[in-house]
């Protein structure tokens, strides 16, 4: 029997994935604007209403995005299920844990998930604590998902913690 081993690691297409929905709406929307506006972008018409959703959709995905690319720069997760083991590699350290070893497992994500209304709400992410208060990620940017996944690979369940933004 083959062992089952998940290699977790932040990649530019799942970036793209995220990102992809607000860009397609974005586009659509300004492409509308431009069809009935003739190319007219200095009318408060189209500014007022860009800068509002920049500030209160845009923006936020953005820095979201920013901040997941950030905190798991080169952090790479391996996921052993046979031998109920997780390692990880970041800034040059290799650390291998037992499940056993996990002290506490915990999921943010956004109040809007699953609405498709807000272009940041797909932006989550999970923390695993272990007994020795070591902490790693595994955010969006790490796995499609992953609120369907994690809690099967690791056989345990999360406590969820709702936040306007879930930065990591």
């Known amino acids: 029997m083959e062992a089952k081993k998940y290699v977790i690691r932040p990649s530019l297409k799942q970036q793209f994935l995220l990102l992809w929905p607000m860009l397609l709406r974005y586009v659509f929307l300004i492409a509308v604007y431009v069809h009935y506006m003739n190319w007219n972008f200095n009318a408060i018409v189209f500014w007022i209403p860009f800068s509002i959703l920049f500030v209160m959709d845009i923006g936020p995905a953005l820095a979201l995005n920013i901040e997941y690319s ?97 930065f990591v």
Do not use: C
């Open 70 to 166: 950030i905190k798991t720069s080169r952090l790479i997760i391996e996921i052993d299920e046979e031998l109920k083991t997780i390692s990880y590699t970041w800034h040059n350290t290799k650390r291998v844990f037992s499940f056993d070893d996990i002290s506490a497992l915990e999921y943010y994500t956004s109040f809007g998930r699953g609405t498709g209304v807000y272009s940041f709400e797909n932006y989550r992410y999970y923390k695993i604590t272990f007994k020795d208060q070591t902490q790693i990620p595994i955010t969006s940017l790490m796995m499609n998902k992953i609120q369907k996944r994690v809690e099967p690979l690791l056989g345990m369940k999360a406590e969820k913690n709702p936040t306007f933004l879930p």
